[in-house]
């Protein structure tokens, strides 16, 4: 292990939107070290230019949510590596906003589920014990406001039951996680409305109007602006202060 490695990170979902730009930032960190998940290395070019921009910071490995080798197979080569890992970032999800709950096909749900809830329960597995070896750990999924159920988007007719549901269960595993680890800091972490591809099909599928009459009162930002300000809230986080809540990019609190 470098002694000379301040944090190591690993970033899932890093092949496009927000997950990108978790790599530009994590590698503009002094000393740090990007794990940068995604589905198939081979088609990660552009991450591989990346590496080559900062030798020994950035490493491209395979990550896929749920796959329970896979991800034991990625905590071996982080041991043989770094011997912890401090800062493990799930961004990695399926958001798909198109239907009711009376028309969401069953496998649509379980793919929601299995991606997002079953996929962080399996990345913390793996990784738990080089969790436990860091001296500042964290484990951080990205949620989603819309995963509110006592919120104000619960009444309103988008069609993000299945999304929105999956992060809801993901909140609940993330907060359990806090309470049955009392080493560790770990939260939800709602990134608001971000500009990436999904969110732009998302509004553009939106046949109900709500996304249009709600375009004057959200700031949509754009992906590296989100991965910045997330990131700078997961590495000032506390587990007194943070731990265990729902918390919102702008470091507000979103009702569960
Ligand atoms: N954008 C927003 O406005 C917004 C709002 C609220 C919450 N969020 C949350 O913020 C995070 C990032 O959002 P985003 O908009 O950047 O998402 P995105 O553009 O849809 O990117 C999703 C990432 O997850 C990866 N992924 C999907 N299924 C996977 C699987 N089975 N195994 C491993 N990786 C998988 C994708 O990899 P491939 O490229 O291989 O498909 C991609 O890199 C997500 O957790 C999302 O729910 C986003």
């Keep these: 292990m470098s002694s000379s490695t301040s944090t190591v990170y690993l970033v899932t979902g890093t092949n496009r939107g927000i997950g990108t730009h978790f790599r530009y930032i994590a590698a503009s960190r002094p000393n740090a ?8 290395v081979s088609k990660a070019a552009a991450l591989d230019e990346l590496s080559k921009k900062h030798p020994g910071r950035i490493s491209v490995v395979k990550c896929v949510s ?22 493990v970032i799930a961004n990695a999800a399926v958001a798909r906003v198109e239907t009711t709950v009376l028309d969401t096909p069953a496998k649509e749900l ?27 750990p964290r484990f951080i999924p990205i949620s989603s406001a819309s995963a509110s159920i006592g919120g104000p988007m619960m009444p309103l007719p988008v069609r993000v039951a ?6 809801a ?14 080493w560790l800091v770990a939260f939800p ?45 997961i590495d000032r986080a506390t587990r007194e202060k943070e731990g265990g809540e729902f918390v919102d990019v702008d470091g507000g609190r979103i009702p569960w």
């Design 33 to 40: 070290f990007v794990y940068a998940g995604v589905r198939d």
């Design 110 to 136: 379980d793919e929601h589920f299995t991606v997002n809830v079953v996929g962080t329960a399996v990345l913390f597995q793996a990784l738990h014990a080089l969790l436990k070896a860091s001296p500042s």
């Design 162 to 167: 299945t999304y929105g549901a999956s992060k």
């Design 66 to 87: 749920a796959d329970v080798e896979g991800n034991a197979q990625l905590a071996k080569e982080i041991q043989a590596r770094h011997g912890r890992v401090d800062t």
């Design 189 to 233: 972490l709602a990134p608001g409305v971000v500009n990436t591809d999904s969110a732009k099909a998302a509004m553009a599928n939106d046949t109900t109007g709500v996304f249009d009459s709600l375009r004057e009162h959200i700031t949509l930002q754009t992906p590296e602006e989100a991965a910045k300000a997330l990131v700078d809230l």
């Design 169 to 182: 269960a993901l909140n609940y595993i993330t907060r359990k996680i806090h309470f049955e680890n009392e």
